[in-house]
Protein backbone atom coordinates (compact mmCIF):
# COMPACT_ATOMS: atom_id res chain seq x y z
CA UNK A 1 0.00 0.00 0.00
CA UNK A 2 1.82 3.33 -0.69
CA UNK A 3 1.01 6.65 1.21
CA UNK A 4 -1.65 8.07 -1.15
CA UNK A 5 -3.99 4.78 -0.81
CA UNK A 6 -3.51 4.75 2.95
CA UNK A 7 -4.43 8.27 3.44
CA UNK A 8 -7.52 7.45 1.28
CA UNK A 9 -8.94 4.52 3.63
CA UNK A 10 -8.11 6.74 6.81
CA UNK A 11 -10.30 9.24 5.28
CA UNK A 12 -12.93 6.65 4.40
CA UNK A 13 -12.81 4.95 8.23
CA UNK A 14 -13.49 8.78 9.67
CA UNK A 15 -15.93 8.80 7.13
CA UNK A 16 -17.68 5.67 7.92
CA UNK A 17 -17.76 7.00 11.55
CA UNK A 18 -19.54 9.71 10.82
CA UNK A 19 -22.20 8.23 8.54
CA UNK A 20 -22.71 5.52 11.58
CA UNK A 21 -23.16 8.28 14.41
CA UNK A 22 -25.52 10.36 12.05
CA UNK A 23 -27.32 7.20 11.34
CA UNK A 24 -27.38 6.87 15.05
CA UNK A 25 -28.74 9.69 15.85
CA UNK A 26 -31.45 10.05 12.83
CA UNK A 27 -32.86 6.16 14.10
CA UNK A 28 -33.15 7.92 17.62
CA UNK A 29 -35.26 10.83 16.76
CA UNK A 30 -37.81 9.47 13.96
CA UNK A 31 -38.39 6.37 16.44
CA UNK A 32 -38.28 8.84 19.71
CA UNK A 33 -35.63 7.07 21.42
CA UNK A 34 -34.46 8.56 24.46
CA UNK A 35 -31.37 7.31 25.14
CA UNK A 36 -31.10 8.99 28.75
CA UNK A 37 -34.67 7.89 29.83
CA UNK A 38 -33.84 4.57 28.57
CA UNK A 39 -30.97 4.21 30.76
CA UNK A 40 -32.92 5.87 33.50
CA UNK A 41 -35.63 3.30 33.43
CA UNK A 42 -33.12 0.38 34.14
CA UNK A 43 -32.59 0.78 37.71
CA UNK A 44 -36.38 0.39 37.94
CA UNK A 45 -36.87 -2.55 35.70
CA UNK A 46 -33.91 -4.71 37.61
CA UNK A 47 -35.53 -4.10 40.55
CA UNK A 48 -38.64 -4.83 39.55
CA UNK A 49 -37.36 -7.99 38.07
CA UNK A 50 -35.98 -9.31 41.58
CA UNK A 51 -39.45 -9.11 43.33
CA UNK A 52 -41.53 -10.06 40.84
CA UNK A 53 -39.49 -13.08 38.68
CA UNK A 54 -38.50 -14.97 41.87
CA UNK A 55 -38.79 -18.75 41.82
CA UNK A 56 -41.05 -19.48 44.53
CA UNK A 57 -42.45 -23.10 46.48
CA UNK A 58 -45.73 -22.34 44.96
CA UNK A 59 -44.04 -22.10 41.12
CA UNK A 60 -42.04 -24.92 41.80
CA UNK A 61 -45.04 -27.36 41.99
CA UNK A 62 -45.40 -26.83 38.21
CA UNK A 63 -41.52 -27.96 37.57
CA UNK A 64 -42.50 -31.30 36.43
CA UNK A 65 -45.24 -29.97 33.85
CA UNK A 66 -42.92 -27.77 32.69
CA UNK A 67 -40.37 -30.00 32.26
CA UNK A 68 -42.17 -32.11 30.24
CA UNK A 69 -43.09 -29.35 27.73
CA UNK A 70 -39.50 -28.83 27.63
CA UNK A 71 -38.61 -31.80 26.38
CA UNK A 72 -41.37 -31.85 24.52
CA UNK A 73 -39.45 -28.64 22.41
CA UNK A 74 -36.17 -30.16 23.02
CA UNK A 75 -37.22 -33.15 20.94
CA UNK A 76 -38.98 -30.89 18.47
CA UNK A 77 -36.46 -28.67 17.80
CA UNK A 78 -33.96 -31.84 17.40
CA UNK A 79 -36.35 -33.87 15.12
CA UNK A 80 -36.75 -30.53 12.89
CA UNK A 81 -33.25 -30.51 12.72
CA UNK A 82 -32.02 -33.79 11.34
CA UNK A 83 -35.04 -33.98 9.29
CA UNK A 84 -33.68 -30.99 7.82
CA UNK A 85 -29.84 -32.39 7.74
CA UNK A 86 -31.03 -35.31 6.16
CA UNK A 87 -32.87 -32.98 3.03
CA UNK A 88 -30.42 -30.35 3.10
CA UNK A 89 -28.08 -32.85 2.37
CA UNK A 90 -28.95 -33.65 -0.73
CA UNK A 91 -29.41 -30.39 -1.62
CA UNK A 92 -26.36 -29.55 -0.71
CA UNK A 93 -24.50 -32.17 -3.09
CA UNK A 94 -26.91 -30.83 -6.00
CA UNK A 95 -25.96 -27.40 -5.27
CA UNK A 96 -22.28 -27.47 -4.76
CA UNK A 97 -20.70 -26.85 -7.77
CA UNK A 98 -18.50 -30.04 -7.84
CA UNK A 99 -20.99 -32.56 -7.04
CA UNK A 100 -24.30 -31.14 -8.92
CA UNK A 101 -26.09 -33.72 -10.91
CA UNK A 102 -27.36 -31.23 -13.16
CA UNK A 103 -27.64 -27.19 -13.94
CA UNK A 104 -31.74 -27.46 -13.26
CA UNK A 105 -31.15 -29.12 -9.83
CA UNK A 106 -28.27 -27.09 -8.74
CA UNK A 107 -30.29 -23.68 -9.10
CA UNK A 108 -33.46 -25.36 -7.66
CA UNK A 109 -31.08 -25.86 -4.60
CA UNK A 110 -29.50 -22.69 -4.26
CA UNK A 111 -32.97 -21.07 -4.85
CA UNK A 112 -34.61 -23.28 -2.04
CA UNK A 113 -31.70 -22.09 0.07
CA UNK A 114 -31.82 -18.45 -0.31
CA UNK A 115 -35.55 -18.27 -0.08
CA UNK A 116 -35.75 -20.33 3.19
CA UNK A 117 -33.10 -18.72 4.62
CA UNK A 118 -33.47 -15.13 4.28
CA UNK A 119 -36.84 -14.93 5.54
CA UNK A 120 -36.71 -15.24 9.37
CA UNK A 121 -38.28 -17.74 11.61
CA UNK A 122 -40.53 -16.15 13.16
CA UNK A 123 -42.00 -14.76 9.65
CA UNK A 124 -42.65 -18.70 8.99
CA UNK A 125 -44.41 -19.40 12.04
CA UNK A 126 -46.42 -16.37 10.78
CA UNK A 127 -47.29 -17.42 7.49
CA UNK A 128 -47.53 -21.06 8.38
CA UNK A 129 -50.17 -20.28 11.26
CA UNK A 130 -52.33 -18.72 8.70
CA UNK A 131 -52.35 -22.02 6.56
CA UNK A 132 -52.18 -24.43 9.19
CA UNK A 133 -53.70 -23.05 12.72
CA UNK A 134 -52.38 -23.17 16.09
CA UNK A 135 -50.61 -26.49 16.34
CA UNK A 136 -47.61 -28.53 17.32
CA UNK A 137 -47.07 -29.04 13.24
CA UNK A 138 -46.65 -25.59 12.14
CA UNK A 139 -44.09 -25.13 14.71
CA UNK A 140 -42.36 -27.84 13.34
CA UNK A 141 -42.48 -26.53 10.20
CA UNK A 142 -41.16 -23.41 10.77
CA UNK A 143 -37.78 -24.27 12.47
CA UNK A 144 -37.83 -26.94 9.50
CA UNK A 145 -37.79 -24.52 6.36
CA UNK A 146 -35.22 -21.84 8.38
CA UNK A 147 -32.86 -24.72 9.00
CA UNK A 148 -33.25 -26.54 5.91
CA UNK A 149 -32.32 -23.02 4.21
CA UNK A 150 -29.39 -22.26 7.12
CA UNK A 151 -28.28 -26.09 6.43
CA UNK A 152 -28.45 -26.27 2.33
CA UNK A 153 -25.80 -23.48 2.54
CA UNK A 154 -23.83 -24.28 4.67
CA UNK A 155 -23.19 -27.75 3.06
CA UNK A 156 -22.61 -26.34 -0.61
CA UNK A 157 -19.95 -24.08 0.96
CA UNK A 158 -18.77 -27.16 2.84
CA UNK A 159 -18.61 -29.68 0.30
CA UNK A 160 -16.88 -27.23 -2.18
CA UNK A 161 -14.37 -26.36 0.08
CA UNK A 162 -13.83 -29.93 1.12
CA UNK A 163 -13.45 -32.12 -1.74
CA UNK A 164 -13.18 -30.23 -5.28
CA UNK A 165 -9.65 -32.04 -6.19
CA UNK A 166 -10.15 -35.23 -4.53
CA UNK A 167 -13.60 -35.58 -7.06
CA UNK A 168 -11.67 -34.63 -10.19
CA UNK A 169 -9.04 -37.66 -8.77
CA UNK A 170 -11.84 -40.62 -8.36
CA UNK A 171 -13.79 -39.26 -11.78
CA UNK A 172 -10.64 -39.98 -13.45
CA UNK A 173 -10.24 -43.32 -12.17
CA UNK A 174 -13.58 -44.00 -13.43
CA UNK A 175 -15.43 -44.34 -9.93
CA UNK A 176 -19.20 -43.51 -10.45
CA UNK A 177 -20.79 -40.30 -8.87
CA UNK A 178 -22.40 -42.18 -5.71
CA UNK A 179 -19.14 -44.44 -4.84
CA UNK A 180 -17.37 -40.86 -4.89
CA UNK A 181 -20.02 -38.85 -3.10
CA UNK A 182 -20.22 -41.60 -0.53
CA UNK A 183 -16.02 -42.44 -0.44
CA UNK A 184 -14.85 -39.23 -0.53
CA UNK A 185 -17.07 -36.13 -0.51
CA UNK A 186 -19.06 -37.08 3.03
CA UNK A 187 -15.83 -38.75 4.46
CA UNK A 188 -14.14 -35.57 3.98
CA UNK A 189 -16.59 -33.15 4.98
CA UNK A 190 -18.39 -35.00 8.10
CA UNK A 191 -16.70 -32.94 10.47
CA UNK A 192 -18.18 -29.82 9.34
CA UNK A 193 -21.38 -31.27 8.32
CA UNK A 194 -22.30 -32.63 12.02
CA UNK A 195 -20.82 -29.30 13.26
CA UNK A 196 -23.24 -27.32 11.76
CA UNK A 197 -25.96 -29.67 12.88
CA UNK A 198 -25.49 -29.55 16.05
CA UNK A 199 -25.27 -25.29 15.83
CA UNK A 200 -28.68 -25.99 14.09
CA UNK A 201 -29.76 -28.10 17.21
CA UNK A 202 -28.45 -25.41 19.55
CA UNK A 203 -30.29 -22.51 17.45
CA UNK A 204 -33.60 -23.86 16.90
CA UNK A 205 -34.00 -25.03 20.79
CA UNK A 206 -33.88 -21.01 21.19
CA UNK A 207 -36.19 -20.94 18.47
CA UNK A 208 -38.28 -23.31 19.59
CA UNK A 209 -39.22 -20.52 22.59
CA UNK A 210 -40.44 -17.63 20.28
CA UNK A 211 -42.41 -20.32 18.00
CA UNK A 212 -43.71 -21.76 20.47
CA UNK A 213 -45.05 -18.72 21.71
CA UNK A 214 -46.98 -17.35 18.43
CA UNK A 215 -47.66 -21.24 17.45
CA UNK A 216 -48.88 -22.60 20.49
CA UNK A 217 -47.11 -25.06 21.10
CA UNK A 218 -44.30 -26.87 23.69
CA UNK A 219 -42.21 -24.42 26.27
CA UNK A 220 -42.89 -20.95 24.77
CA UNK A 221 -46.95 -21.78 24.83
CA UNK A 222 -46.36 -22.36 28.49
CA UNK A 223 -44.11 -19.31 28.93
CA UNK A 224 -47.08 -17.38 27.19
CA UNK A 225 -49.81 -18.78 29.24
CA UNK A 226 -48.42 -18.15 32.88
CA UNK A 227 -47.21 -14.67 31.25
CA UNK A 228 -50.44 -13.53 30.58
CA UNK A 229 -51.82 -14.70 33.85
CA UNK A 230 -49.48 -12.59 35.29
CA UNK A 231 -47.94 -15.76 37.35
CA UNK A 232 -44.52 -13.69 37.20
CA UNK A 233 -43.04 -16.73 39.29
CA UNK A 234 -43.44 -19.47 36.77
CA UNK A 235 -42.21 -17.27 33.95
CA UNK A 236 -39.35 -17.26 36.20
CA UNK A 237 -39.21 -20.68 36.26
CA UNK A 238 -40.18 -21.35 32.84
CA UNK A 239 -37.40 -19.01 31.91
CA UNK A 240 -34.94 -20.69 34.30
CA UNK A 241 -35.01 -24.25 32.70
CA UNK A 242 -34.55 -22.27 29.09
CA UNK A 243 -31.74 -20.71 30.07
CA UNK A 244 -29.89 -24.42 31.86
CA UNK A 245 -31.38 -26.17 29.02
CA UNK A 246 -29.30 -23.98 26.53
CA UNK A 247 -26.48 -23.85 28.48
CA UNK A 248 -26.13 -27.69 29.02
CA UNK A 249 -26.69 -28.17 24.85
CA UNK A 250 -24.34 -25.89 24.62
CA UNK A 251 -21.88 -27.95 26.50
CA UNK A 252 -22.90 -30.98 25.00
CA UNK A 253 -22.30 -29.72 21.35
CA UNK A 254 -18.98 -28.43 22.60
CA UNK A 255 -17.49 -31.53 23.64
CA UNK A 256 -19.31 -33.70 20.29
CA UNK A 257 -16.89 -30.74 18.33
CA UNK A 258 -13.76 -31.42 19.80
CA UNK A 259 -14.55 -34.78 19.89
CA UNK A 260 -15.06 -35.03 16.05
CA UNK A 261 -12.55 -32.51 14.90
CA UNK B 1 2.59 -49.82 -32.69
CA UNK B 2 1.39 -46.46 -30.71
CA UNK B 3 -0.70 -46.60 -27.39
CA UNK B 4 -1.87 -42.75 -27.62
CA UNK B 5 -2.22 -40.91 -30.86
CA UNK B 6 -3.89 -37.55 -30.95
CA UNK B 7 -4.59 -35.93 -34.57
CA UNK B 8 -5.27 -32.45 -35.07
CA UNK B 9 -6.59 -31.59 -31.07
CA UNK B 10 -8.12 -28.55 -30.49
CA UNK B 11 -9.91 -27.31 -27.29
CA UNK B 12 -11.75 -23.47 -26.64
CA UNK B 13 -13.34 -23.35 -23.36
CA UNK B 14 -14.89 -20.06 -24.72
CA UNK B 15 -15.21 -18.61 -28.33
CA UNK B 16 -12.94 -16.34 -28.73
CA UNK B 17 -9.94 -18.22 -27.48
CA UNK B 18 -8.49 -20.88 -28.68
CA UNK B 19 -6.54 -23.16 -26.06
CA UNK B 20 -5.02 -25.95 -27.97
CA UNK B 21 -4.55 -25.32 -32.30
CA UNK B 22 -3.59 -28.44 -34.31
CA UNK B 23 -1.80 -30.81 -31.82
CA UNK B 24 -0.63 -34.20 -33.44
CA UNK B 25 1.56 -36.81 -31.97
CA UNK B 26 2.03 -40.18 -30.77
CA UNK B 27 3.62 -41.79 -28.01
CA UNK B 28 4.44 -45.51 -28.35
CA UNK B 29 3.86 -48.21 -25.30
CA UNK B 30 6.13 -47.64 -22.33
CA UNK B 31 7.49 -44.48 -23.26
CA UNK B 32 8.31 -41.62 -20.97
CA UNK B 33 6.92 -38.47 -22.73
CA UNK B 34 7.51 -34.78 -20.78
CA UNK B 35 5.05 -31.87 -21.71
CA UNK B 36 7.05 -28.86 -21.10
CA UNK B 37 5.92 -25.07 -21.77
CA UNK B 38 5.17 -21.75 -20.02
CA UNK B 39 2.49 -21.47 -17.94
CA UNK B 40 -0.68 -20.93 -19.89
CA UNK B 41 0.49 -23.22 -23.01
CA UNK B 42 -2.70 -25.52 -22.40
CA UNK B 43 -0.47 -28.33 -20.69
CA UNK B 44 -3.01 -29.27 -17.90
CA UNK B 45 -5.68 -28.95 -20.65
CA UNK B 46 -3.43 -31.24 -23.06
CA UNK B 47 -3.63 -33.92 -20.52
CA UNK B 48 -7.54 -33.71 -19.44
CA UNK B 49 -8.40 -34.00 -23.03
CA UNK B 50 -7.12 -37.74 -22.92
CA UNK B 51 -9.35 -39.02 -20.09
CA UNK B 52 -11.89 -36.67 -21.66
CA UNK B 53 -11.64 -35.03 -17.90
CA UNK B 54 -12.13 -31.70 -20.29
CA UNK B 55 -14.11 -32.24 -23.97
CA UNK B 56 -12.46 -31.35 -26.58
CA UNK B 57 -13.92 -29.90 -29.48
CA UNK B 58 -11.78 -30.56 -32.50
CA UNK B 59 -9.53 -33.68 -33.61
CA UNK B 60 -9.17 -37.43 -33.05
CA UNK B 61 -7.73 -39.05 -29.95
CA UNK B 62 -6.77 -42.89 -30.27
CA UNK B 63 -5.54 -44.61 -26.99
CA UNK B 64 -5.54 -48.49 -26.90
CA UNK B 65 -7.18 -48.93 -29.87
CA UNK B 66 -10.34 -46.87 -29.03
CA UNK B 67 -11.80 -43.02 -30.09
CA UNK B 68 -11.65 -41.42 -27.42
CA UNK B 69 -13.82 -39.00 -28.60
CA UNK B 70 -16.93 -41.39 -29.21
CA UNK B 71 -17.47 -43.02 -26.22
CA UNK B 72 -20.13 -42.91 -24.18
CA UNK B 73 -20.52 -42.73 -20.61
CA UNK B 74 -20.02 -46.54 -19.80
CA UNK B 75 -17.13 -46.95 -22.48
CA UNK B 76 -15.31 -43.80 -20.88
CA UNK B 77 -15.73 -45.18 -17.76
CA UNK B 78 -13.96 -48.62 -18.76
CA UNK B 79 -11.58 -46.21 -20.20
CA UNK B 80 -10.39 -44.44 -17.31
CA UNK B 81 -9.68 -47.36 -15.24
CA UNK B 82 -7.03 -47.73 -18.09
CA UNK B 83 -5.69 -44.20 -17.27
CA UNK B 84 -3.95 -43.77 -13.96
CA UNK B 85 -3.68 -39.78 -12.67
CA UNK B 86 -1.85 -37.81 -10.52
CA UNK B 87 -1.79 -34.14 -9.30
CA UNK B 88 0.30 -31.60 -8.85
CA UNK B 89 -1.23 -31.25 -4.84
CA UNK B 90 -2.04 -34.50 -4.59
CA UNK B 91 -5.62 -34.86 -4.90
CA UNK B 92 -6.33 -37.65 -1.73
CA UNK B 93 -8.76 -37.44 0.56
CA UNK B 94 -6.86 -36.04 3.44
CA UNK B 95 -8.92 -37.55 6.34
CA UNK B 96 -8.61 -40.98 5.15
CA UNK B 97 -6.11 -43.47 5.81
CA UNK B 98 -3.33 -43.97 3.18
CA UNK B 99 -4.40 -47.39 2.62
CA UNK B 100 -8.27 -46.30 1.86
CA UNK B 101 -6.91 -43.84 -0.49
CA UNK B 102 -4.83 -46.02 -2.21
CA UNK B 103 -7.64 -48.76 -2.85
CA UNK B 104 -9.97 -45.79 -4.76
CA UNK B 105 -8.23 -46.76 -7.11
CA UNK B 106 -10.21 -49.67 -7.79
CA UNK B 107 -13.70 -48.15 -8.29
CA UNK B 108 -13.37 -48.11 -11.47
CA UNK B 109 -13.71 -51.37 -11.70
CA UNK B 110 -16.38 -52.19 -9.05
CA UNK B 111 -20.23 -51.64 -9.34
CA UNK B 112 -21.10 -48.85 -6.94
CA UNK B 113 -22.81 -50.73 -4.69
CA UNK B 114 -19.81 -52.69 -4.06
CA UNK B 115 -17.52 -49.61 -3.70
CA UNK B 116 -20.21 -47.98 -1.47
CA UNK B 117 -19.55 -50.57 1.02
CA UNK B 118 -15.99 -50.51 0.38
CA UNK B 119 -15.72 -54.49 -0.53
CA UNK B 120 -12.36 -55.37 -1.82
CA UNK B 121 -10.92 -58.23 -2.40
CA UNK B 122 -7.95 -59.89 -0.54
CA UNK B 123 -5.74 -59.58 -3.86
CA UNK B 124 -6.89 -56.16 -3.81
CA UNK B 125 -5.34 -55.07 -0.31
CA UNK B 126 -2.66 -57.12 -0.74
CA UNK B 127 -1.89 -55.17 -4.22
CA UNK B 128 -2.11 -52.09 -2.20
CA UNK B 129 0.19 -53.17 0.45
CA UNK B 130 2.72 -54.29 -2.28
CA UNK B 131 2.65 -51.01 -4.25
CA UNK B 132 3.39 -49.20 -1.25
CA UNK B 133 5.97 -51.14 0.48
CA UNK B 134 7.38 -50.91 -3.33
CA UNK B 135 6.76 -47.29 -2.62
CA UNK B 136 8.72 -47.12 0.37
CA UNK B 137 5.34 -45.80 2.72
CA UNK B 138 4.30 -49.46 3.85
CA UNK B 139 4.57 -48.03 7.38
CA UNK B 140 2.25 -45.12 7.45
CA UNK B 141 -0.25 -47.51 5.46
CA UNK B 142 -2.97 -46.35 8.17
CA UNK B 143 -2.14 -43.11 9.09
CA UNK B 144 -4.28 -40.34 7.45
CA UNK B 145 -3.12 -38.50 4.58
CA UNK B 146 -3.12 -35.25 5.88
CA UNK B 147 -0.22 -36.30 8.44
CA UNK B 148 1.99 -37.17 5.63
CA UNK B 149 4.92 -34.53 4.01
CA UNK B 150 3.56 -33.58 0.11
CA UNK B 151 6.47 -35.77 -0.99
CA UNK B 152 4.59 -39.25 0.56
CA UNK B 153 1.24 -37.77 -0.02
CA UNK B 154 2.28 -37.82 -3.91
CA UNK B 155 3.63 -41.35 -3.38
CA UNK B 156 0.29 -42.16 -2.05
CA UNK B 157 -0.96 -40.64 -5.05
CA UNK B 158 1.18 -42.76 -7.26
CA UNK B 159 0.38 -46.07 -5.63
CA UNK B 160 -3.53 -44.94 -6.48
CA UNK B 161 -2.81 -44.58 -10.00
CA UNK B 162 -0.89 -47.92 -10.59
CA UNK B 163 -3.67 -50.11 -8.50
CA UNK B 164 -5.69 -48.95 -11.40
CA UNK B 165 -3.20 -51.07 -13.76
CA UNK B 166 -3.36 -48.62 -16.21
CA UNK B 167 -1.89 -48.78 -19.61
CA UNK B 168 -0.87 -44.84 -19.27
CA UNK B 169 -0.14 -42.65 -16.17
CA UNK B 170 -0.93 -38.90 -16.86
CA UNK B 171 1.21 -36.96 -14.38
CA UNK B 172 -0.22 -32.84 -14.08
CA UNK B 173 2.85 -31.19 -12.49
CA UNK B 174 3.84 -33.93 -10.09
CA UNK B 175 6.56 -32.33 -8.42
CA UNK B 176 5.91 -28.74 -8.72
CA UNK B 177 5.20 -28.46 -4.84
CA UNK B 178 7.82 -30.84 -3.58
CA UNK B 179 11.21 -30.08 -2.03
CA UNK B 180 14.44 -31.23 -4.36
CA UNK B 181 15.08 -34.24 -2.87
CA UNK B 182 11.66 -35.32 -2.70
CA UNK B 183 11.07 -34.49 -6.53
CA UNK B 184 13.95 -36.53 -7.49
CA UNK B 185 12.71 -39.46 -5.32
CA UNK B 186 8.83 -38.84 -7.27
CA UNK B 187 10.43 -38.83 -10.75
CA UNK B 188 12.94 -41.78 -9.83
CA UNK B 189 9.69 -44.05 -9.32
CA UNK B 190 7.86 -42.42 -12.31
CA UNK B 191 10.61 -43.57 -14.73
CA UNK B 192 10.95 -47.12 -13.15
CA UNK B 193 6.96 -47.31 -13.39
CA UNK B 194 7.56 -47.00 -17.12
CA UNK B 195 10.85 -48.85 -17.36
CA UNK B 196 9.79 -51.87 -15.12
CA UNK B 197 5.92 -51.99 -15.52
CA UNK B 198 6.08 -51.19 -18.88
CA UNK B 199 3.72 -48.06 -18.18
CA UNK B 200 3.57 -45.47 -20.52
CA UNK B 201 3.91 -41.93 -18.29
CA UNK B 202 3.01 -38.53 -19.86
CA UNK B 203 4.38 -35.66 -17.74
CA UNK B 204 4.15 -32.43 -17.36
CA UNK B 205 6.97 -30.37 -15.93
CA UNK B 206 8.37 -27.06 -15.36
CA UNK B 207 11.99 -27.90 -15.31
CA UNK B 208 13.68 -28.55 -18.44
CA UNK B 209 16.56 -30.17 -16.58
CA UNK B 210 14.46 -32.58 -15.15
CA UNK B 211 13.02 -33.48 -18.78
CA UNK B 212 15.59 -33.79 -20.62
CA UNK B 213 16.98 -36.26 -17.73
CA UNK B 214 14.42 -37.95 -17.09
CA UNK B 215 12.65 -38.31 -20.96
CA UNK B 216 12.41 -40.74 -24.26
CA UNK B 217 10.83 -38.02 -25.66
CA UNK B 218 10.06 -34.12 -24.98
CA UNK B 219 6.82 -32.25 -26.53
CA UNK B 220 7.47 -28.65 -26.54
CA UNK B 221 3.92 -26.69 -25.97
CA UNK B 222 3.46 -22.73 -26.91
CA UNK B 223 0.28 -21.01 -26.85
CA UNK B 224 -1.38 -24.27 -27.53
CA UNK B 225 1.11 -25.31 -30.56
CA UNK B 226 3.50 -28.20 -30.33
CA UNK B 227 6.33 -26.16 -31.37
CA UNK B 228 9.30 -28.89 -30.26
CA UNK B 229 8.86 -32.92 -30.51
CA UNK B 230 12.00 -34.94 -29.99
CA UNK B 231 14.43 -36.55 -27.67
CA UNK B 232 15.93 -34.58 -24.91
CA UNK B 233 19.25 -34.17 -26.04
CA UNK B 234 18.00 -32.48 -29.35
CA UNK B 235 16.68 -29.45 -27.16
CA UNK B 236 19.19 -26.70 -27.81
CA UNK B 237 18.64 -23.72 -26.13
CA UNK B 238 17.31 -21.87 -29.68
CA UNK B 239 14.68 -24.57 -29.40
CA UNK B 240 13.99 -23.71 -25.07
CA UNK B 241 13.59 -19.99 -26.67
CA UNK B 242 11.48 -21.25 -28.83
CA UNK B 243 9.38 -22.94 -26.17
CA UNK B 244 9.26 -20.10 -23.62
CA UNK B 245 9.71 -17.18 -25.82
CA UNK B 246 12.51 -16.41 -23.51
CA UNK B 247 16.86 -16.16 -23.65
CA UNK B 248 17.83 -19.68 -21.49
CA UNK B 249 19.72 -16.90 -19.75
CA UNK B 250 16.58 -15.57 -18.46
CA UNK B 251 15.48 -18.62 -17.64
CA UNK B 252 15.68 -20.23 -14.11
CA UNK B 253 17.23 -23.73 -14.43
CA UNK B 254 17.67 -26.16 -11.41
N1 LIG C 1 -12.05 -24.40 -17.01
C1 LIG C 1 -11.54 -23.40 -17.77
N2 LIG C 1 -12.36 -22.47 -18.30
C2 LIG C 1 -11.87 -21.45 -19.05
N3 LIG C 1 -10.56 -21.31 -19.35
C3 LIG C 1 -9.70 -22.20 -18.86
C4 LIG C 1 -10.13 -23.29 -18.05
N4 LIG C 1 -9.05 -24.03 -17.71
C5 LIG C 1 -7.99 -23.42 -18.28
N5 LIG C 1 -8.36 -22.32 -18.97
C6 LIG C 1 -7.46 -21.44 -19.75
O1 LIG C 1 -6.75 -22.24 -20.64
C7 LIG C 1 -5.41 -21.79 -20.76
C8 LIG C 1 -4.47 -22.95 -20.57
O2 LIG C 1 -4.60 -23.44 -19.25
P1 LIG C 1 -3.81 -24.70 -18.72
O3 LIG C 1 -4.18 -24.89 -17.30
O4 LIG C 1 -4.04 -25.84 -19.63
O5 LIG C 1 -2.30 -24.20 -18.85
P2 LIG C 1 -0.99 -24.87 -18.29
O6 LIG C 1 -0.07 -24.96 -19.44
O7 LIG C 1 -1.30 -26.11 -17.56
O8 LIG C 1 -0.44 -23.77 -17.30
P3 LIG C 1 0.32 -23.96 -15.92
O9 LIG C 1 1.72 -24.28 -16.28
O10 LIG C 1 0.21 -22.63 -15.25
O11 LIG C 1 -0.36 -25.05 -15.17
C9 LIG C 1 -5.24 -20.67 -19.75
O12 LIG C 1 -5.25 -19.46 -20.45
C10 LIG C 1 -6.43 -20.77 -18.86
O13 LIG C 1 -6.85 -19.49 -18.48
MG1 LIG D 1 -1.28 -26.70 -15.50
Redesign the pocket.
Known sequence: MNEKAMRKSRWQTVIFLLIIIVLTYLSSAITRFNFVEGMATIPEAIGWIFSNLMVTQESMDKLPKILEKLAETIFMSIAATTIAAVISLFLGLFGSKTTKVNNFLSVFARFIASVSRNIPVVAWSLVLLLSFGQNSVTGFLALFIGTVGFLTRAFIESIDEASQSSVEALTATGATYLQIVSKAVIPQCLPQILSWVLFMVETNIRNATLVGILTGTGIGYTFDVYYKMLNYNAVALVTLCIVITVIIVDLISNYVRKVIL | MSLLKIEGLGKS??AD?Q?LKNVNFEIKAGEFVSII??????????L?CINRM?EFNEGKIIFNHQDVGSLNNKELRKLRTNIGMVFQHYNLVPRLTVIENVLHGRFGYKTTLQGVLGRYTEEEKERAFYLLEKLGIHEHAYKRCDQLSGGQQQRVGICRALIQEPKLILC??PIASLDPSSSKVIMDHLKSISTEMGITCLV?L?QVEVAQHYSDHIIG?NK?EVVFRGEGSELSAEQIQKIYETNTKDLIIE
Do not use: F
Not at chain 2, 37 to 46: D, I, L, Q, R
Open positions: YTKIGPSGAGKSTMRVDENHLG
